[in-house]
């Protein structure tokens, strides 16, 4: 029968499992033992493997290796990135301002509201309801006090896709520095971030949507960028990430961001086709649901987010897991919110449907049979949940 067939996962937006290069790296790097911060051979091994790593990251971003802070996750660059430049700039300038989106991960959200009590202000664009940014009103937003813009590349829940270059130029068409700040996570499997091609001044990438380990990140932060410590008690990643660093971690990301890079073209172009049968299928046999989000290139390879009318989606993501179909509602970051997905809502989707919004994120791997699996998972949960 259908559903006794393998376990599809389709949340590959919240995770990725490790791949084999980047598994056979964290084992080889399981032997080392020594604090890179020490000076006895062993801990000379450790520093030796965290250098490497470290020049991996910066060779595939075409950075400085000093350049490069590796953290604990996407969410703590992300932290960094915000609570180690802003309070700073705000000492300096007094009142500042930071233009973002409506529709950004908490992890910028919630930072930018804890400094709201600090002397930042918070401009928060909205977006159409494809989920993209109008760029004369990001023009419009910019005032004398905006000293960052923060804007995600790829949206975690509805795939959309930002034009970072273009926000790039607009911004170094001004007559003072305003910084870039870009939380490129789900990006690297699918788009080439090389970080001059993006032109920004920090970056954050997450090492579980890269077909790498979970429990690391990296924050990008251009030379002249004025970010300082937000976790003090030692001197680690030049000053501005205390704490001993996790050398297998850090070396099997290093591994599997490089081959996401290498393989962003490739995955784009075979993932794209699987994504469009996957919703072609979807509006065969439910005609009535409702894609949430951009369409084409617009929209990364591997995202379908649907609204299928009556079907609570966290109803509908449990019956998908029970037949064997891993999929999401939202970011994992969120899970647990009451309320409508702020994403969903932010593109106009009738209140109706707010709590609808199914999350599928395909694997690099994804086939058509893949796709039918999903469909017939989907039906099944529609026919027996639907309102």
Not at 162 to 179: A, M, N, P, T
Not at 183 to 207: C, F, H, K
Not at 213 to 231: A, N
């Amino acid at each position: 029968m259908w559903f006794r067939e393998k376990r599809l996962y389709a949340d590959a937006a919240a995770s990725t499992p490790l791949s084999a290069r980047a598994k056979n790296e964290l084992v080889r790097l399981l032997e080392l033992y020594g604090n890179p911060g020490g000076l006895h051979k062993e801990a000379v091994a450790a520093k030796k493997e965290l250098d490497a790593a470290r020049a991996r990251v910066a060779r595939t971003l075409e950075c400085h290796a000093d350049e490069l802070v590796f953290t604990g996750s996407g969410t703590e660059a992300n932290n960094l990135a915000l609570m180690g430049l802003l309070p700073k700039l705000v000492r300096e300038q007094g009142e500042v301002n930071v233009i973002t989106t409506s529709i950004e991960h908490s992890s910028i959200l919630e930072p930018l509201h804890a400094l709201e009590h600090e002397g930042l202000y918070v401009t928060a664009l909205g977006v159409n309801g494809e989920g993209r940014i109008d760029m004369e009103e990001l023009a419009s937003a910019i005032n004398d006090e905006t000293v960052l813009v923060t804007i995600q590349l790829i949206n975690s829940e509805i795939g959309t896709i930002q034009d970072i270059r273009e926000v790039s130029k607009l911004l170094k068409k001004q007559s003072r520095k305003i910084y870039l700040h870009c939380d490129a996570s789900q990006a690297p499997l699918w788009q080439n971030i090389t970080v001059e091609r993006l032109g920004v001044d920090l970056m954050t990438i997450d090492g579980q949507k890269v077909m790498g380990p979970k429990g690391v990140g990296v924050l990008y932060i251009r030379k002249g960028t004025p970010v300082e410590s937000v976790i003090y008690g030692g001197g680690q990643e030049h000053g501005l990430r205390a704490g001993t660093e996790n050398v297998p971690l850090v070396g099997s990301f290093a591994v599997a961001l490089e081959d996401a890079q290498r393989g962003a073209a490739d995955n784009t172009k075979r993932t794209s086709e699987v994504r469009d049968y996957l919703w072609q299928q979807i509006q065969k046999v439910l005609p009535e649901a409702r894609l949430n989000g951009a369409t084409g290139e617009r929209r990364v390879a591997n995202n379908i987010n649907v609204s299928v009318p009556r079907l609570d989606a966290e109803m509908g993501v449990i019956a998908m897991d029970a037949l064997g179909v891993a999929v999401s509602t939202r970011s994992a970051c969120d899970i647990g919110d009451e309320e409508p997905s702020h994403v969903i809502r932010a593109i106009g989707t009738p209140a109706e449907l707010q709590k609808t919004a199914i999350r599928i994120t395909l694997l690099p791997t994804a086939t058509k049979q893949d796709s039918d699996q999903i469909v017939k998972a989907l039906v099944k949960a529609a026919e027996r949940y639907r309102k």
